[in-house]
């Protein structure tokens, strides 16, 4: 049994057409742009059947649902949640966000680069306090679950709300600390999918972040005048054992017809973002699946790293789950549970797949982001469901616990970004998006064996 979430960002609004902070400030209303684009979610969720829709009391995500509303199916009922309220920031509210930055520049750093630790002091007639805004719209994330997540167990609900409380819905959903709570991206009118198998702190995968292509974005767009490193992880296209969820890991198996398919559609979805650089696993897969998309982007030499390599399955390789079933029951319902305590026979455990994954991975910041300090440098990196689920976890500041709850479907493209190599936190702007394989939401790639 699984609760399906779609999380959505209000649309473009007049505070931020004119790049003010609007916190809890209820002054700002949906611009023609954004309620333009709220109409395109509208259409992309037409065809579902969702069994309730929250916002956000405030105007900009009031009227961002109300516009959404009518393209549903069944019309349900619009139910406005205080717990979706913005993060409340009221010394800054109606400020440019220049002017905050030049009026308080210790607390916007802060701000900025240790969002836990920021507070306003606010004077209240019993004297002042300090207000941390982050952990405190951490906490209302969190109540907003145990809430809302019993009354729709194994329903669809649809949350349209604002860039801070939707970063804080997805980050306690996950476990992803508040200090990551600018590692998150969340662009006018995206969508995330967000999976629960049950109840408030049971499992939960999320199967995307931050998709725009519905609105005419392929990808999100680079803030202006960025500088640093914006790296394209890839997922290989399909195997025929991927189809056929027979495990393959370290067996060198080859792109499916399906998998060419997949990889000449990301080519063609990414032959308009310019990529610098090009790495990948030395393993057929995902190296055809690289091959596809650089034939948009000539002179680029594809560079190889060993450490990308699908995790070692040993013995299980080869076989189909239904045939591991047989003789390592116990093993297996262990690696679907808890599957960082796994040593797969003859074969790697998650640690490993970790410890070399995540190495060649901070080398590539390294050796990349030194030439990218002055200007925006892209660059592709194609690997493996298990790799990149690793290299994700790490990026986010989850541990190998959380492996299950990040999703890479064949030919799904995330978006990471490092502004200032390994000194600062990454962003990552987008995850497993797949739309340009399936034309809707959801990830209809191939759910098969690693």
């Known amino acids: 049994m699984t609760t399906r979430v779609i999380i959505v960002r209000h649309g ?3 505070y931020n057409s004119q790049q003010l902070i609007q916190g809890r400030c209820d002054e700002s209303v949906l611009t023609e742009k954004g ?18 829709v929250y916002c956000s009391p405030l105007q900009r995500a009031k009227q961002t649902a109300e516009v959404i509303l009518p393209y549903l199916s069944g019309s349900p009922p619009l139910q406005a949640a205080e717990n979706l309220m913005e993060v409340d920031l009221p010394l800054w509210e109606k400020l440019a966000k220049s002017d905050a930055q030049a009026k308080f520049p210790a607390e916007y750093r802060c701000w900025k680069e240790r969002p836990d630790e920021f507070y306003m002091e606010i004077s209240t007639p019993e004297g002042t306090r300090k ?3 982050v952990l405190a719209l951490y906490q209302q994330a969190q109540q907003f679950w145990q809430e809302i997540l019993p009354r729709h167990q194994d329903g669809t609900i649809l949350i349209v709300a604002h860039n801070g409380i939707n970063r804080c819905l997805i980050s306690s959903a996950l476990g992803i600390s508040p200090a990551r709570y600018q ?4 662009s006018n009118c995206c969508i995330n999918v967000l999976n629960f198998t049950g109840g408030w702190g049971e499992p939960v995968q999320l199967e995307s972040l931050n998709q725009t292509s519905h609105v005419g974005t392929p990808l999100p767009t680079p803030r202006p005048n960025n500088k640093g490193l914006r790296l394209l992880l890839i997922r290989h296209g399909e195997t025929e054992w991927n189809r056929v969820s027979r495990f393959q890991g370290g067996i060198d198996i080859p792109l499916n017809e399906n998998g060419r398919q997949q990889g000449q559609r990301v080519a063609e979805f990414l032959k308009d973002i310019p990529i610098d650089f090009a790495v990948t696993s030395p393993m057929l897969r995902p190296k055809e699946t690289a091959e596809l998309i650089l034939q948009h982007h000539r002179g680029i030499t594809l560079e190889f790293e060993e450490k990308f390599r699908e995790i070692n399955h040993g013995l299980w390789e080869g076989k189909l789950e239904s045939e591991i079933n047989q003789e390592y029951a116990e093993l297996l319902h ?3 549970v808890a599957p960082a305590t796994v040593q797969m026979p003859n074969g790697e455990n998650l640690t490993q797949v970790w410890e070399r994954s995540t190495a060649a991975w901070d080398r590539i910041i390294e050796s990349k982001a030194v030439s990218a300090s002055t200007e925006l440098k892209t660059g592709l990196v194609v690997a493996h469901d298990a790799i990149n689920k ?6 986010l500041g989850l541990s190998s616990e959380s492996f299950w709850s990040i999703k890479q479907g064949n030919g799904g ?8 190599g390994l ?4 962003v990552v702007q987008a995850m497993n998006i797949t739309t340009h394989l399936s034309g809707d939401i959801f990830d209809r790639t191939a759910a098969g064996a690693l």
Do not use: M, N, T
């Open 413 to 420: 493209v995330s978006v990471i970004e490092y502004a200032q």
């Open 423 to 426: 000194e600062k936190l990454p």
């Open 183 to 186: 590692s998150i991206l969340q």
């Open 334 to 336: 262990q690696w679907k």
């Open 390 to 395: 690793v290299i994700l976890c790490h990026v």
């Open 131 to 133: 207000h941390f805004p």
């Open 35 to 52: 309620a333009a684009d709220a109409r395109k979610v509208g259409a992309v969720l037409s065809s579902l059947s969702l069994d309730a």
């Open 12 to 14: 473009q609004s007049s």
